[in-house]
């Protein structure tokens, strides 16, 4: 779709500086911008890139004055960043506005769904699922028995949704996505051999969250592993049985959390972290990238190092980590002179 500098300015609330006329169909960034590209400058750091850009329309803040002669027509608004932003998720709705049942796909007779369904082909709804409306469900996604679905949720192709999950409003669920498969739970023998211990429970999955491609999530052994209103998970995360993520928290890619650990609200993790089983972090705790987690945490904590300890401790420790051959050379010199004294 193409759209003008004059379109555009309405759904920003922004003037036009140039041609009212001018039309784009894709976006780029500034230093890489091409006719027919919008484009938008914030960052001082890329002011020059303005007057040798060549998108046919530039986003810029109000108070921006040009000091050359630009090719590019202008749209001046309050806030450059955050109506390129908007004009993202614009986009992006327009992108992915996909609607209709292809064929072939199945859906049980027994299940239910609301007004504007995208169903891809190779997809399988099962028995008594109930869909809300304007969900959008990729090919060969599965989702199993009783699983209950929100409205506006969009399942990216390949997601599988095992038995009982409950998915709330306004999820995104990307590629490779499996919710509900069973928990890591087995029982040593007398003799050294692993017996199933069955997982009956299920995966609640609240409004407003955004799960990465290929992160799992496992079913609880009995009642809910959930996760919380406005959770953000990134690519290949494990959260394992019976966890519970609180609200609004954010947990990087490759982050492992082990069986019943309660994790607070509004808590940073970063990338490759792992959290042992059966603890509780607290509200706004942030933990560093790489990170081992072994014993509760309290509010507002903020941990690196694996085991890891006070972040601002860590910071004073890897000096001594970083010097120390340095600092055992020091002391090595110190002994041989005490010695020959």
């Not at 509900?180 to 429970?201: C, L, N, R």
């Amino acid at each position: 779709m193409k759209f003008t500098a004059t379109q555009i300015a309405e759904i920003l609330d922004g003037k036009v500086e140039g041609n009212p006329e001018a039309e784009v169909s894709e976006l780029a960034k500034i230093e890489e911008g091409s006719e027919g590209s919008l484009t938008f400058l914030s960052n001082p750091k890329y002011t020059s890139f303005l007057y040798t850009t060549n998108a046919s329309i530039t986003i810029v803040n109000n108070d921006f004055e040009v000091e050359q002669p630009v090719n590019t027509t202008l749209i001046k608004v309050k806030d450059a960043y955050k109506a390129f932003s908007k004009l993202l998720e614009y986009y992006n709705q327009i992108k992915l506005n996909k609607s209709g049942i292809e064929q072939p796909s199945h859906i049980s007779e027994s299940a239910k769904y609301g007004e504007g369904l995208y169903l891809g082909s190779f997809a399988y709804i099962g028995d008594n699922v109930k869909i809300g409306d304007n969900v959008k469900i990729y090919p060969n996604v599965y989702i199993g028995d009783n699983v209950k679905i929100g409205d506006n949720v969009t399942i990216f192709p390949g997601v599988k949704v095992y038995s009982e999950s409950l998915i709330g409003n306004e999820v995104t669920i990307h590629s490779g996505v499996v919710i509900g498969a069973d928990g890591f739970g087995f029982s040593p023998g007398d003799t050294g051999e692993y017996s199933k211990v069955p997982q009956i429970g299920n995966v609640i999955i609240e409004d407003y969250v955004d799960i990465g491609a290929a992160t799992t999530i496992d079913r609880a052994t009995l009642g809910s592993t959930i996760i919380r209103k406005g959770v953000k998970l990134d690519n290949h995360i494990q959260i394992a049985h019976n966890v519970e993520i609180g609200e609004n928290t954010a947990i990087a890619a490759q982050t492992g959390i082990a069986g019943s650990t309660k994790i607070g609200k509004n808590c940073l993790i970063g990338g490759q972290v792992g959290i042992a089983g059966h603890l509780t972090i607290g509200n706004r705790v942030k933990i560093q990238a790489q990170s081992g987690i072994g014993r509760d945490i309290k509010d507002d904590e903020m941990l690196q190092g694996s085991p890891a300890f006070g972040y601002s401790d860590y910071s004073k420790s890897y000096i001594h980590f970083k010097n120390l051959p340095q600092t055992m050379n020091i002391i090595h010199q110190l002994e041989k002179k005490m010695n020959n004294g």
